[in-house]
C-alpha cells in the first residue's frame, strides 16, 4: 500500500511542514507507527518542476532527492495534467531514475490526458517508472462539457462518446505498456450539473454548469460523502444502472429556481466492479483513488 501525499509546490529543504497543507511532517509520517510497511510518498505537480538547462535538471533532481531523503518519504510521485500543456523530456525521467535507484526511492507518475492519444508523450519513459496511475475520471466534466449532464468515469460506454476507461486503458496496454505497471484511478468524488426541474434526468441531459461545491470550493465536483448523505437525509433519489458499465446518478429535489442538481459518480457497488476490471479483466497492478478525504470516512451513510 502506498500513501501519496499532494501536493507540495516545491522541494523546500528548510520547510517545517507539508505544501500548503501546512502538516507538520512527523504528522505527515505518523501512518507508519501503525503499519511499517506502508510506503509514504511526497506528490508534486509537473508544471511546478522546473529548468532551464541540462544543469538545471541535475540540480532539480540532486535537490529532490535530499528533500526526500531529509524528510524520510519513500519517494516521489508526478501528477502530470496534459491540459496544462508541460511535457515531459527523456533526459528528466533518466535522471530522476538514475538517482532514485542509487537511494533506494519509488518513483511514479499520475498521468491525466485529455484524449487517448495524448499517452504516446509517455511511452518513452514508461521503463523509468515504478507505476503509472492512469487517472481515469472527469473524461466527462461539468466545467468542459457543460451542455450536457452525463457520467464522468464510466467503464464503458453508455452513449455515442467513445471514451471510456476500458478505451483508456486498453490504449496504454496496446502501445506496450507492462498491466502491471498500470494502476487504474478511481474517483471518491462525483461530477455534477444543474438540470431544468421538469427536464430528463437519463444521460446525457441538457444541464448547465454544477454548482460550487463548499466543501471542496470546486465547481461541479462533490465529494462522495455528501452525496450520500444527500441521498440519505436530503431527499435525493438514486437512479442506478444495471450494466455495470457507468454506475449510478443522483438527482435532488427541485429548487425554488425550477433547478435540479445532477450528479453522477461511482457507489460502493461501482468500486467493486472496477476492483474487479483491474484484477480479473486487464490483470494491472493496482488501484489508485482521488482522494481520501472526499469518501465516506466517517461512516455516516454505513
Not at 61 to 81: A, E, H, P, S
Not at 100 to 108: K, P
Not at 231 to 250: D, I, M, Q
Not at 281 to 297: K, N, Y
Request: charged share 20%.
Amino acid at each position: 500500500t502506498h500513501l501519496i501525499y499532494a501536493f507540495t509546490s516545491d522541494i523546500a529543504l528548510n520547510s517545517t511542514s507539508f505544501g500548503p497543507t501546512q502538516i507538520a511532517y512527523d504528522k505527515l509520517l505518523a501512518p507508519r507507527v501503525k503499519n511499517p510497511k506502508l510506503k509514504i510518498m511526497a506528490s508534486i505537480k509537473s508544471e511546478d518542476l522546473k529548468w532551464d538547462s541540462s544543469k538545471g535538471i541535475e540540480n532539480k533532481v540532486n535537490k529532490t532527492v535530499d528533500y526526500l531523503k531529509k524528510y524520510r518519504f519513500d519517494g516521489l510521485d508526478i501528477y502530470w495534467n496534459m491540459s496544462s500543456g508541460n511535457y515531459p523530456i527523456v533526459n528528466f525521467f533518466t535522471a530522476m531514475r538514475n538517482a532514485f535507484d542509487r537511494h533506494n526511492l519509488i518513483f511514479s507518475l499520475a498521468v491525466f490526458t485529455e484524449t487517448n492519444n495524448d499517452v504516446m508523450y509517455f511511452m518513452d519513459f514508461v521503463d523509468t517508472v515504478d507505476f503509472i496511475s492512469v487517472l481515469a475520471y472527469d473524461l466527462w466534466r461539468s466545467t468542459q462539457a457543460f451542455w450536457e449532464a452525463n457520467h464522468p468515469a464510466p467503464l464503458y460506454s453508455n452513449s455515442s462518446d467513445g471514451r471510456t476507461i476500458d478505451s483508456l486503458i486498453l490504449y496504454w496496454l496496446e502501445h506496450d505498456t507492462p498491466a502491471a505497471k498500470l494502476n487504474l484511478g478511481i474517483p471518491l468524488y462525483g461530477s455534477s450539473w444543474t438540470i431544468p426541474a421538469d427536464g430528463k434526468t437519463e444521460p446525457p441531459a441538457s444541464a448547465t454548469w454544477g454548482p460550487l461545491n463548499k466543501h471542496v470550493n470546486l465547481i461541479g465536483q462533490t465529494p462522495y460523502y455528501d452525496i450520500c448523505s444527500s441521498v440519505k437525509s436530503s431527499g435525493w433519489k438514486v437512479f442506478e444502472e444495471k450494466s455495470n458499465s457507468t454506475g449510478p446518478y443522483a438527482v435532488s429535489p427541485a429548487d425554488p429556481s425550477g433547478s435540479r442538481v445532477w450528479v453522477g459518480y461511482d457507489d460502493v457497488h461501482m468500486v467493486t466492479v472496477k476492483s474487479q476490471y483491474v484484477r480479473y479483466v486487464r490483470g494491472l497492478g493496482g488501484a489508485t483513488v482521488w482522494d481520501l478525504s472526499q469518501d465516506d470516512f466517517r461512516n455516516v451513510c454505513g
